[in-house]
């Protein structure tokens, strides 16, 4: 009766490794199918294809279309911060989606980054604001104020499927390059 009872715990335990290793090798598998899609293998090169702001999920979607608005028509959407009649989209053409002058899909899968003018790690909040303090002439959107978490959310989901610090191509590109 012992030796029984100890076969059957042994048959336990294989039965508990042997899925271990199942998930193991499932997860593993993931794993190197992750990388490999981060890297860009399997797939060619990075694309330029941003998703419509339009097809926001619906729990995001206001937030992605002031973002976009904030930045299509600056000056009446952004008001308390910004005078005058320079847009962002003066230089991010159709709000960061024109793939040859300045875009900004795939801008938040990139940030922090170090900014040699700077010397300093710059994150996107920081950035943003100095486009609007020297291009726009602005004052900065404070890190919590609806335009700023509008304009992030917009800049996160044009930025959908860039893996986190993959060399955009297309990032700093102006008109003519």
């Known amino acids: 009766m012992n030796n029984l009872k100890s076969l059957k715990m042994w048959a336990y335990i294989i039965s508990l490794l042997a899925a271990g290793f199942m998930v193991l090798f499932v997860l593993g598998n993931f794993v190197i199918y992750s990388n490999a899609q981060a890297s860009g293998e399997g797939q060619g090169a990075l694309q330029f294809n941003p998703p419509n702001p339009e097809d926001a999920p619906a729990d995001i979607k206001d937030n992605v279309m002031m973002g976009y608005n904030i930045l299509m028509d600056t000056p009446k959407t952004a008001s308390a911060y910004v005078s005058g009649n320079k847009?962002?989209?003066?230089?991010?053409?159709?709000?960061?989606?024109?793939?040859?002058?300045?875009?900004?899909?795939?801008?938040?899968?990139?940030?922090?980054?170090?900014?040699?003018?700077?010397?300093?790690?710059?994150?996107?909040?920081?950035?943003?604001?100095?486009?609007?303090?020297?291009?726009?002439?602005?004052?900065?959107?404070?890190?919590?104020?609806?335009?700023?978490?509008?304009?992030?959310?917009?800049?996160?989901?044009?930025?959908?499927?860039?893996?986190?610090?993959?060399?955009?191509?297309?990032?700093?590109?102006?008109?003519?390059?």
């Not at 875009?103 to 943003?128: E, H, M, S």
């Open 87 to 177: 847009s962002c989209s003066n230089c991010h053409v159709k709000a960061g989606l024109d793939e040859n002058a300045l875009p900004l899909v795939g801008v938040a899968a990139v940030f922090p980054k170090y900014k040699k003018r700077a010397n300093a790690t710059v994150d996107l909040i920081t950035q943003t604001n100095n486009c609007i303090q020297g291009a726009l002439k602005g004052k900065p959107l404070p890190a919590d104020s609806k335009e700023m978490i509008a304009i992030l959310t917009y800049y996160q989901w044009i930025s959908k499927g860039i893996p986190i610090y993959e060399n955009v191509p297309w990032l700093g590109k102006k008109a003519g390059n």
